[in-house]
């Protein structure tokens, strides 16, 4: 089983910057995909970003590309979220997900794992 935890969540200004860590443990090397998703009050958690384990084929949710970027540090089994120009719309509770089966990266029934959640809250 593979284990996550996030950190790294905040409060931060409009404008500001955050970086989200995901460190996975026991049997990392069976993780295929690794993933960010994101869940506001009362709604299904949306795809924010996700990373292939090997060779590193990155995608972006439209919402967020060009201010966030998705990377991974294999030697360290971390995964991390760096967030620019955050916005107040981007108040949420951030997972770190792990799929070891490939699939549809943009569903959250694709991936077998999941970190506990870190909150980000972003004041206007």
């Known amino acids: 089983q593979v284990q996550l935890v996030e950190s790294g969540g905040g409060l931060v200004q409009a404008g500001d910057s955050l970086m989200l860590s995901c460190v996975a443990s026991?049997?990392?090397?069976?993780?295929?995909?690794m993933g960010w998703f994101r869940q506001f009050p009362g709604k299904e958690r949306e795809f924010v970003a996700s990373i292939l384990w090997q060779p590193g084929n990155t995608h972006h949710a439209e919402s967020v590309r060009g201010r966030f970027t998705i990377s991974r540090d294999n030697a360290k089994n971390t995964v991390y979220l760096q967030m620019n120009s955050l916005k107040a719309e981007d108040t949420a509770v951030y997972y770190c997900?792990?799929?070891?089966?490939?699939?549809?990266?943009?569903?959250?029934?694709?991936?077998?794992?999941w970190g506990q959640g870190t909150q980000v809250t972003v004041s206007s």
């Open positions: 997900a792990a799929m070891v089966r490939y699939g549809n990266v943009y569903r959250t029934s694709s991936y077998q794992y």
């Open positions: 026991e049997g990392t090397s069976t993780i295929a995909v």
